[in-house]
């Protein structure tokens, strides 16, 4: 039979932007080891509402690491302690009978929070909206294979599309930077031919906007990478550094 | 109400060259006079969303999630269809359309599934140009995989995560567009009604998710890109989020809905481990390349697997199926697996679990070579269940993933409601009674890029450019105000029971009465135990919080209350189609070997039900549009 284990939760309740927001304690008998985090806190709602008490607000969707919506600190980690899962992949198998649980949401001054966990992530896509796309209209493309595309480089641009947008670099980066996302688009485009075309407006534009919404530099801490659910690698924040400094002392 | 398919005449191959011919078109200055509300940023969302901005259309984007990249559509893995032919291997248009309507087990329009295979090569190259990292091969084109029910490898993929990099080309396009200020987009915001005046779909309300707050927004047409329904059933492999709410309100309002009762179960997902479980994570179908499917010959048998004697582990697909063994198509496997657990001889804590093991495959090819194949879908496996599957057997067992049903469309994608059109999982156009692996994200992004961007311009080319009836007009008051009724009266049953466990318990009515196999007996009784639950959750639910905050509960239980009404219209649906087709298996319509037994001379329909009213009772009149096989020859499938 499965293991069911004593937790101890501590989570932040926090009702709107405005609220100074405050930790809460319960302590839940049943936690069944195969639980997933999210499931957990799944029941620790139910015995709540059945309580006529507050569930606690935490964004979800796929439960799978896919998505990007789930985007828990947990005892000071974003996504938890295990690495290169999203928090909905973590197991309650990673915890032990008695552990203690702090569950706080992203903190940073571009990700103000909504209520309770749950934030606004809005500014990722203000960046994205910036230039993180190729300008190529419905219909006007050509036949898929008349560019070659090296292998390699596909692979490489895939390693990098592959971000999932949660938020975690931010979160773990003690500038609250948002570098690890906003290079992980530019280096994925900059990998094929078919984004190759638009580098130099794209890294300017994009930088400027992550600027704007008031993340902080990147000062090379590294803790970003070490979070990052699908291990974007930082190799796409020195790509963009560069790609920006040239772009900028063109004047272009 | 009348169906009217609108499919042009004339042969298969040149109709949707024909109607674009035919079809009117907006001229270029008049475009932007015309605003175009498109609700949901999947595939089908994200794509046509862009495409009309693209074309000089304003747009009204909505989703629920914070942000449109989030869409259920992320989380398709496996791949996309086209009729490319790179791998010289025989593909054409007519092929990649036959197999679509044979695995639909000929249950879809063939007119539409045409047209589906027609288009399928452009997507490719528009997601290319996008930037879409897709599998390639050393010397730099494009890489092919073939997937099931097709002898042709025509699957495009990107890793483990084709509807990721799919919705992000789609998303980014969107955003490039928001940036224009074409679109204007409304993320955390669901729509919870769609409003008609003058029999015509004129704008919708939406509940902004953060403040509470009810909205109304005004257009000239409304795209329904809403996604499936397979949270009915409470545990499916579809993200959280996924919902009936946008189809069935706008099927209250006169919008007819196709099918309800197909369904598809995937045979391949990670067993339930407990009530609290939550959601159903798929593994790859292509597992079952190597991996032997089997249970214990003897009921109650404990010990562990690796112990159990060749001789006494019953591979029954291999017994049963001896010429595809573990490759039967999905429907297949899916009602197997069901029938050895009902026997009892289901394993793990639950007993509603085969095991698939690649034992065998490992001793033959070696660990390494499996690991190659598999690597990525081992270690995930491990993560959530916690075994080793290089050292024992993994346990699976069938989960919902798709369906097939939805609103009503004619060949334009338009609803029963003129001005109201509905794209991708949320309409029920292209796959009959059946969905070909690969194929809904071939048909979303179809439905986005390539047949809305037309179809919708000959609706509008008929409508006064800049008519505006002003959100003060009764229409919209009263879908506002009955949108506020609902949610008060939500919040005013304060009872005993929570939100989930009624859909829990719903959803169990629906997985072992209108799930795998179905019949006259249990769907009746369907029906009853669903009123029933539906009577108590309006006098005993319990939700939290406050209308006027970020309130998730709140959110859920009004998709489980539509999802209340659905379950009993799938049931009636079921009831009727007395035969097998597809997904749909009525036990009493079998062959001798337990095959679907369809029945072409009567149900060769798309039933299309229309609501009527509901008092207790779920009342809808059931409309037929009768599908014509022109083209292809039915037949009987057999995998024996
Ligand atoms: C695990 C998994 C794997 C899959 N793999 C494949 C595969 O390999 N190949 C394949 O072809 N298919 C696959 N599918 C199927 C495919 O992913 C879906 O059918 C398809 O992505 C649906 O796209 P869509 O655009 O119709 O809807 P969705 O992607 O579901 O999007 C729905 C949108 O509507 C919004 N929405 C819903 N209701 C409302 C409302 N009331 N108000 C406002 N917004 C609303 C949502 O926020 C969302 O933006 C898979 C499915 C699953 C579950
Ligand atoms: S780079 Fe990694 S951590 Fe940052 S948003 Fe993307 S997936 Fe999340
Ligand atoms: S819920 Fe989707 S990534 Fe966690």
């Known amino acids: 039979m499965s293991k069911e284990m004593t937790i101890h939760l ?29 499931e957990m806190l799944d029941v620790l709602n139910e015995e709540l509402m059945l309580a006529d008490k507050e569930p606690v607000e935490f964004d979800y969707d796929c439960r799978e690491g896919i998505c990007g919506s789930c985007n828990l600190v947990i005892n000071g980690q974003a996504h938890g302690p295990k690495a290169r899962v999203a928090a909905c992949q973590l197991h309650m198998r990673n915890y032990k009978d008695g552990d203690h649980i702090t569950i706080e949401p992203p903190r940073a001054a571009a990700f103000p929070v909504i209520k309770d966990l749950v934030v606004d992530r809005s500014a990722f896509d203000r960046i994205i909206e910036a230039g993180g796309y190729v300008s190529v209209k419905t219909g006007s493309a050509g036949e898929a294979n008349a560019i070659l595309v090296e292998k390699e480089k596909a692979d490489a641009a895939f390693d990098y599309a592959t971000c999932i947008g949660c938020g975690a670099c931010v979160a773990a980066c003690p500038n609250a930077s948002a570098s690890l996302f906003t290079g992980a688009k530019i280096a994925h485009l900059n990998k094929l031919p078919q984004g190759e075309v638009e580098r130099k407006n794209r890294v300017v534009a994009m930088v400027d906007q992550m600027k704007e919404e008031g993340f902080g530099d990147c000062s090379n801490f590294a803790e970003c990478e070490a979070v990052c659910p699908v291990g974007i690698s930082i190799s796409a924040i020195a790509e963009m550094r560069r790609d920006y400094m040239k772009a900028a002392l063109r004047g272009d | 109400m009348k169906l009217d398919s609108k499919v042009p005449g004339g042969p298969l191959e040149q109709k949707w060259d024909k109607h674009l011919k035919d079809i009117n078109l907006v001229a270029p200055n008049n475009k932007r006079k ?39 559509s992320i989380a398709a893995q496996g791949g996309i269809n086209a009729a490319k032919n790179y791998p010289n291997d025989g593909d054409s248009i007519w092929r990649l359309f036959y197999d679509t309507i044979k695995g639909g087990d000929y249950r879809s329009r063939e007119s539409n599934v045409y047209r589906l295979a027609q288009v399928s090569n452009e997507i490719i190259d528009q997601a290319v140009a996008q930037g879409v990292p897709f599998a390639r091969e050393y010397g730099g084109t494009l890489a092919n995989r073939s997937f099931g029910g097709a002898q042709v490898s025509r699957t495009f993929y990107a890793r483990g995560q084709t509807g990721q990099q799919l919705l992000l080309g789609a998303y980014q396009a969107m955003m490039r567009q928001v940036h224009t200020g074409k679109i204007k987009y409304h993320p955390r915001h669901e729509m919870l009604d769609v409003v008609v005046i003058d029999g015509q779909a004129r704008g919708i309300i939406t509940r902004d998710l953060v403040s509470g707050e009810l909205n109304r927004y005004e257009a000239d047409a409304v795209v329904l890109a809403t996604g499936g329904y397979g949270n009915v059933f409470y545990l499916s492999t579809n993200a959280k989020n996924s919902n009936v709410t946008a189809a069935w309100r706008a099927h209250k309002k006169g919008a007819a809905f196709a099918n309800p009762c197909y369904v598809q179960v995937h045979p391949t997902c990670i067993p339930v481990s407990g009530d609290y ?149 949320a309409n029920f156009s292209d796959h009959g009674a059946n969905r070909l692996g690969a194929s809904a994200l071939m048909q979303g992004l179809s439905d986005g890029y390539f047949v809305l961007p037309y179809t919708i311009g000959d609706y509008l080319a008929k409508q006064e450019p800049g008519k505006r009836y002003g959100t003060d007009h009764e229409a919209f008051a009263e879908a506002e105000n009955a949108a506020q009724s609902k949610i008060d009266k939500l919040l005013n049953v304060n009872g ?145």
């Open chain 1, 10 to 38: 501590k989570y932040w309740k926090q009702n709107g932007p405005n609220d100074a927001g405050h930790f809460e304690e319960y302590t839940l008998d049943n936690v069944n080891e195969h639980m997933s985090f999210l």
């Open chain 2, 34 to 72: 015309y605003e175009i509300i498109v609700v949901g940023t999947g595939l089908a969302g994200g794509a046509a969303a862009a495409s009309f901005a693209e074309l000089g259309y304003n747009v009204r984007s909505f989703c629920i999630q914070d942000s449109a990249r989030r869409a259920h």
């Open chain 2, 277 to 425: 479980q939550s959601k159903l994570t798929l593994m790859s179908e292509s597992l079952r390349n190597d991996g032997r499917v089997w249970v214990p010959r003897k009921k109650g048998d404990d010990r562990h697997p690796n112990d159990i004697p060749e001789e006494e582990r019953y591979y029954y697909l291999e017994e049963r199926y001896p010429a595809f063994g573990n490759l039967v198509p999905r429907d297949v496997a899916s009602r197997n697996a069901k029938m050895v657990c009902d026997d009892g001889l289901g394993v793990g804590e639950t007993g509603l679990a085969v095991y698939l093991d690649f034992r065998d495959a490992i001793k033959r090819d070696g660990r390494d070579t499996i690991e190659a194949k598999y690597g990525n879908l081992f270690e995930m496996y491990e993560n959530i269940a916690g075994e080793n599957p290089y050292k024992q057997p993994m346990k699976i067992y069938p989960a919902v993933h798709y369906t097939m049903g939805g609103l009503w469309v004619d060949y334009n994608l338009q609803t029963t409601i003129p001005g109201l059109y509905a794209a991708g999982e």
């Open chain 2, 496 to 640: 005993n029971r929570t939100i989930i466990d009624f859909h829990r318990t719903l959803g169990k009515i629906v997985w072992d009465k209108i799930g795998i196999a179905r019949n006259a007996e249990g769907l009746k009784s369907a029906i009853e135990e669903i009123r029933e639950l539906r009577e108590e959750f309006w006098q005993n639910v319990k939700v939290p919080g406050e209308k006027n905050n970020y309130n998730k509960y709140l959110e859920f239980a009004g998709r489980v209350a539509d999802f209340f009404e659905l379950a009993e219209l799938m049931a009636q649906d079921a009831l009727d189609r007395e035969e097998s087709a597809g997904c749909h298996l009525r036990e009493e319509y079998q062959t001798e070997e337990g095959e679907a037994l369809r029945n072409d001379e009567e149900y060769s329909y798309v039933a299309a039900w229309e609501y009527k009213g509901l008092n207790g009772k779920l009342e809808e009149q059931l409309h037929k549009e009768n599908l014509e096989f022109e083209f292809v020859e039915l037949k009987q499938r057999s995998y024996k």
